[in-house]
């Protein structure tokens, strides 16, 4: 068995030049591929879900934007005690209780206008081949084998749990007290992988990011690692994947569900695979830490199977400071965020009041405040104040941009040092960074106005070219600010593209260069409000 090998270039983008405006070296990734958690269905969307899968979405879309083939995946999770419980709770038989709610994710999604390009569930019969082919093979292999057990089983994680690992005897989760269990089961010889493992976290810095979950990692790896035990009797439990070497049997949930990751790009045929699975990229939270981070690279390494490219941790939100639950009744619904304030909105609250592996808390009081400052303000009046006087000067008719002044060098580097400052934290996921960066430079383009005063320079006639010339530039930053907030707020970027009547693609990295875009007698649109101020 081959070692696993790591052949792929960094995730991180090296650094780039400011010295255009384009991001000069965009991240030149050929192949990207994303994934999601696969979301649980006993529960609806909220929060959290999209959270994760808005983060995938906006990676995804900056990726594509620079001509990288980019695979982004999601679905949900539907085997297990868990999922038959709740099931049964709800009256209806596990397959059809699981394709309603699994429906509710997929429309959701949809609505929220995320563009993954495969939502993937476990019950998929692809999946359920996938993950009996690999159980046979690691069974040839040697690597399961059959035991008796006894343990302390919580049936709300789905696992067992070691005496230490309880908190007073109870599951430090669900904080009850978990079931003594004794039976047979087939295990994962997980141990033998476990120096292993350790080898590659330690060369690898960057395959568990960020560094505090590697050491968490890292931390777990400290203490023996134990097999895992990878069926479940179906005396128990029938709802799952049945083992292909023994039919008394099904596979435990967590070896079925990330086997996930490989079914969906395996499906798409042996070239596409070897290009785009050295390209994984997980994103998931901190709460499925170990599962990610032990079971799933020692799967992969049993599986023969290189490792994926990182595994991306981000925390956890809580709302107004309060964890997020039915009982408390303060979750909070993506499609109920959409309906309020806009979907590019919300994407963009929870981009610029996160930082990416630290917890965050919501507060919608919060969230109004910032989409008052930054999108009806800052962004909303560049665009409506440039549109206005282009309208009300030129009649819309983009003017030649003539001799550049200090001040219009000066607003162009700030957008060039802007783009390269996306380049380099998208690439370490600094979202809310890049988010600041862009706003800095619309910022800038603001205050560029009052400075020029093009519209007192307009009651003299003889000052109108350096009118035109002003209003090109600010054109021009209206163009930059949507391509690099696309993938953030990516119907505010294509809405702006619209105004300023560029063609679809646009705003394609890299673009034109600053004053290449607008072809003389270009027409722009007269201005709207993108973002109405909420009281
Ligand atoms: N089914 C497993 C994952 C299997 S992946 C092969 C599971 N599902 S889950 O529905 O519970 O989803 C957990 C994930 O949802 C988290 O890792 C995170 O991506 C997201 N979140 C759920 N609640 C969250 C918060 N309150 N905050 C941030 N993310 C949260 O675990």
């Known amino acids: 068995m081959a070692a696993p090998t790591k052949k792929n270039p960094p995730f991180v983008s090296p650094p780039v030049s400011t ?26 969307p909220h929060l959290g879900s999209a959270y994760t899968i808005i983060i995938c979405d906006t990676i995804a879309r900056f990726h594509r934007q620079r001509g990288a083939e980019t695979f982004f995946l999601t679905g949900t999770d539907e085997h297990g005690d868990k999922i ?18 699994s429906d509710a994710f997929r429309h959701t999604w949809e609505a929220c206008g995320l563009e993954y390009d495969r939502f993937i569930r476990t019950t998929d019969a692809d999946h359920v081949r996938t993950v009996r082919e690999i159980l046979q093979q690691v069974h040839d292999a040697g690597d399961i084998y059959f035991s008796k057990y006894g343990g302390l089983y919580c049936t709300g994680c789905e696992r067992f749990y070691t005496e230490k690992e309880l908190v007073e005897g109870k599951c430090p989760d669900h904080r009850t007290t978990p079931d003594w269990i004794e039976e047979e089961n087939y295990f994962f010889r997980m141990s033998k992988y476990q120096e292993r493992l350790v080898a590659v976290l330690n060369e690898d810095p960057d395959l568990v990011r960020p560094e505090r979950y590697r050491n968490e990692v890292l931390a777990m790896l400290r203490e023996p690692l134990e097999d895992l035990c990878i069926s479940r009797p179906k005396a128990r439990l029938t709802w799952g994947i049945e083992l292909p070497f023994d039919d008394r049997f099904v596979t435990y949930v967590w070896f079925d569900a990330l086997i996930n990751y490989v079914t969906a790009v395996r499906e798409l045929g042996p070239e596409r695979f070897a290009a785009l699975w050295p390209a994984a990229n997980h994103f998931i939270a901190k709460d499925i830490l170990k599962p990610h981070a032990v079971f799933w690279p020692t799967m992969l390494m049993a599986a023969g ?64 405040t910032r989409i008052n400052a930054d999108l009806a303000n800052n962004l909303g009046n560049l665009v409506s104040r440039t549109l206005s006087m282009q309208q009300r000067y030129f009649g819309g008719v983009v003017q030649p941009l003539a001799d550049p002044r200090p001040e219009d060098d000066d607003l162009r580097a700030t957008f060039a040092a802007a783009a390269a400052e996306v380049e380099e934290h998208v690439g370490e996921l600094m ?47 209206l163009r930059v600010t949507a391509q690099l907030a696309a993938p953030f707020i990516p119907e505010t970027a294509q809405r702006i593209r619209e105004l300023l009547r560029l063609p679809e693609g646009a705003l394609a990295v890299p673009g034109p260069q600053w004053g290449d875009a607008f072809p003389a007698g270009h027409v722009v649109a007269p201005p709207v409000a993108l973002f109405p101020r909420i009281e």
Not at 85 to 97: D, I, L, M, T, V
Not at 355 to 364: H, I, M, N, S, T
Not at 446 to 463: M, Q, R, S, W
């Open 19 to 44: 010295e255009t405006v384009q991001p000069a070296v965009p991240s030149t990734r050929a192949h990207v591929y994303i994934t999601t958690p696969l979301y649980y269905v006993n529960a609806e």
């Open 84 to 101: 038959a419980q709740a099931a049964e709770a709800a009256g209806e038989s596990p397959k059809a209780y699981a394709d309603r709610i």
């Open 305 to 368: 199977l290189p490792l994926f490219q990182h595994l991306n941790v981000h925390g956890y939100w809580t709302v107004n400071g309060e964890k997020m639950s039915k009982s408390l009744g303060n979750v909070v619904r993506p499609l109920e965020m959409k309906a309020r304030y806009g979907m590019d909105a919300f994407r963009y609250v929870l981009l610029r009041e996160s930082v990416f592996g630290l917890d965050a808390d919501f507060r919608e009081d919060a969230m109004v």
């Open 431 to 477: 979202l809310a960074r890049a988010l600041e960066a862009i706003w800095r430079a619309a910022d800038h383009a603001n205050k560029y106005i009052v400075e020029t005063a093009p519209f007192t320079l307009a009651k003299d006639p003889a000052a109108l070219p350096r009118v035109g010339t002003i209003l090109h530039n600010l054109l021009e930053t």
